[in-house]
């Protein structure tokens, strides 16, 4: 681009397609960069007409996210799109010009990215699903739908700076419920591997996921928790599809489609710092019910009025 994506003129300075460089630590498409990609075209664009949205997946990796922001910023990319909290340190640190839009990230004022959800300021606005506030309603409703339960793993990447905002507000929640929080700090992934692997029937009664993908965690979980029948709570549906017995969080779908939104206005010239972060409020509860039969556990009939989805 000739001028900063924010100067008076904005909208001519960014060529079509304008180019967007998506940075996740998962596997493969989120369904919070799908709902991006959706949201976008429902609001006319075009894909490779008007924008082109190429993604970096660095699998579990957080050292990677610096490496491939960092390519993407010598490649000259227009907008950088995070998939995750775990990106955001690196975006603003090597591109501080460039305009971030991030999705789906815990709290951005809490991680000290930004100054205010109303004036976030600098380069940096995006969507927000709050997960910490909604982790001890998390563990709430794990209790309720596995009643009785006193210890309960939660397994986490040392190294994340989300996870720790995650661990306090686990702890805070245990206190209350009454309910053991059996800690696990994990720093590679051979030693989530290990840790999951090694893991025996009885030594926990559930395992809580953490919301980062970071060190392949979530998955080894659904393994872990198949292995050994046990109650499984994670924070998107992505893992109760393949195997966890609930999760309970924002639909990161409409996380991606309320990004495409603040992209668009970026893309109109608005200052990405004047631009407000937005709440995804469309919690969801959603329980695999096929688990729960597998694991022999019935869904108590007062909580099932509250569950949003039902997967057979």
């Known amino acids: 681009m000739a001028a900063p994506p924010w100067a008076p003129d904005a909208a001519a300075q960014f060529r079509r397609p304008v180019r967007i460089g998506g ?3 998962s596997w493969g498409p ?3 960069l799908v709902g991006l990609r959706d949201g976008l075209v429902e609001l006319g664009y075009r894909e490779h007409d008007d924008f082109v949205l190429g ?19 010598q490649q000259g990319v227009d907008v950088l799109v995070l998939g995750s909290t775990s990106a955001l340190a690196a975006a603003t640190e090597i591109a501080p010009k460039t305009p971030v839009i991030f999705v789906a990230a815990l709290d951005p004022v809490a991680l000290g ?3 205010s959800y109303a004036r ?3 380069n940096l ?3 927000t699903s709050e997960d910490v506030e909604l982790s001890p309603k998390r563990l709430e409703l794990l209790r309720a739908l596995v009643p009785g339960i006193k210890r309960v793993l939660f397994a986490y990447d040392g190294g994340n700076a989300a996870s720790a905002l995650e661990l306090k507000a686990y702890r805070e929640a245990s206190r209350t419920l009454g309910i053991e929080l059996v800690e696990r700090t994990l720093r590679t992934q051979d030693d989530a591997q290990r840790t999951f692997g090694n893991l025996r029937k009885g030594e926990v009664q559930a395992i809580l996921a953490p919301f980062s993908v970071t060190l392949n965690i979530p998955a080894f979980i659904v393994e872990a928790a198949s292995r050994l029948h046990l109650p499984a709570m994670f924070n998107d549906r992505f893992y109760v599809e393949r195997g966890g ?3 309970y969080g924002a639909n990161l779908h409409e996380s991606g489609r309320q990004a495409a939104r603040l992209l668009d206005k970026v893309i ?3 200052r990405p710092g004047d631009i407000p972060i937005e709440v995804n409020n469309r919690v969801e509860l959603v329980v695999n019910a096929k688990v729960a039969r597998a694991i022999n556990l019935a869904i108590p009939r007062g909580l099932l009025p509250r569950v949003d989805r039902v997967l057979e």
């Open 55 to 73: 993604v970096r997946f660095t699998r579990g990796d957080f050292a990677a996210l610096p490496i491939v922001t960092r390519e993407f910023i």
């Open 245 to 247: 017995l609930a999760s």
């Open 30 to 32: 989120t369904p919070a």
């Open 113 to 115: 990215a930004v100054r």
């Open 23 to 25: 940075v996740s630590e």
């Open 120 to 122: 976030p300021g600098g």
């Open 268 to 270: 109109r010239g608005v």
């Open 125 to 127: 606005t995006g969507v």
